[in-house]
């Protein structure tokens, strides 16, 4: 079993950054691939980044891309979100997730576990 905790959410504005970071615990990760999703009010969850288990390949969502960027440090089981130039639409709750195959990283679906989210709101 795999627990995820996020933190680093608030309230900021337009323009502003963040960065968001998700401790794991439980069985190691450092073999899975991880990734960040979000889900605003009344929408559907939706990719906003993954990153493989060594770092080297990561995939972005385009509405994000340029923007955010995913990182993680598999000595401290800590994945990061690093998000830049927030927009107002960028307001959501942001949820990590672990998957053991990089396969459907994309799609909530593929993921395997999954954390409770923190609040990101970014006013205009």
């Known amino acids: 079993q795999v627990q995820l905790v996020e933190s680093g959410g608030g309230l900021v504005q337009a323009g502003g950054s963040l960065r968001l970071s998700c401790a794991a615990s439980?069985?190691?990760?450092?073999?899975?691939?991880m990734g960040w999703f979000r889900q605003a009010p009344g929408k559907e969850r939706e990719f906003v980044a993954a990153?493989?288990?060594?770092?080297?390949?990561?995939y972005y969502a385009d509405s994000v891309k340029g923007r955010f960027t995913i990182s993680r440090d598999n000595a401290k089981n800590t994945l990061y979100l690093q998000m830049n130039s927030l927009k107002p639409d960028d307001t959501a709750v942001y949820y990590c997730?672990?998957?053991?195959?990089?396969?459907?990283?994309?799609?909530?679906?593929?993921?395997?576990?999954w954390g409770k989210g923190t609040l990101v709101t970014v006013s205009s």
């Open positions: 439980g069985r190691t990760t450092s073999r899975y691939a």
């Open positions: 997730a672990a998957a053991t195959s990089m396969v459907r990283v994309r799609t909530p679906g593929g993921m395997d576990y």
């Open positions: 990153i493989n288990w060594s770092g080297a390949s990561t």
